[in-house]
Nanobody, 126 residues
Framework: QVHLVESGGGFVQAGDSVRLSCVAS????????PGWFRQAPGKEREFVAV?????????YADSVKGRFTISRDDANNTVVYLQMNNLKPEDTALYYC??????????????????WGQGTQVTVSS
């Protein structure tokens, strides 16, 4: 069973930067692509970013393009990061990482991702 642990969240001011980390048990990220989602109170879980595959660049939600960057530790393929810059109050949410299979790359639907962790909370004050 895959186990994912997200960390790095916290309470920050608008304009600040935060880097989230997600550590996976086993080598799930060797056989799939890691992505990030977020869920704000009262809202549905929404796609944030996913690692690129082959010649494709990473995919980002329009709301975070140019501010967030997804990356991973290629040395061991068990850690994925989300660098979040110029944070805004609307970025406040519980952030999750989850893998998607290669065959489903391009999808941003949460149903196509699996093995959700507990998430890490990011709260941005204005």
């Amino acid at each position: 069973q895959v186990h994912l642990v997200e960390s790095g969240g916290g309470f920050v001011q608008a304009g600040d930067s935060v880097r989230l980390s997600c550590v996976a048990s086993g080598r799930i990220f060797s056989d799939s692509l890691p992505g990030w989602f977020r869920q704000a109170p009262g809202k549905e879980r929404e796609f944030v970013a996913v690692i690129g595959w082959r010649d494709a660049s990473p995919l980002y939600a329009d709301s975070v393009k140019g501010r967030f960057t997804i990356s991973r530790d290629d040395a061991n393929n068990t850690v994925v990061y989300l660098q979040m810059n110029n944070l805004k109050p609307e970025d406040t949410a519980l952030y999750y990482c989850a893998p998607i299979s290669f065959s489903r790359f391009g999808s941003t639907a949460s149903r196509d991702f699996g093995s959700w962790g507990q998430g890490t909370q990011v709260t941005v004050s204005s």
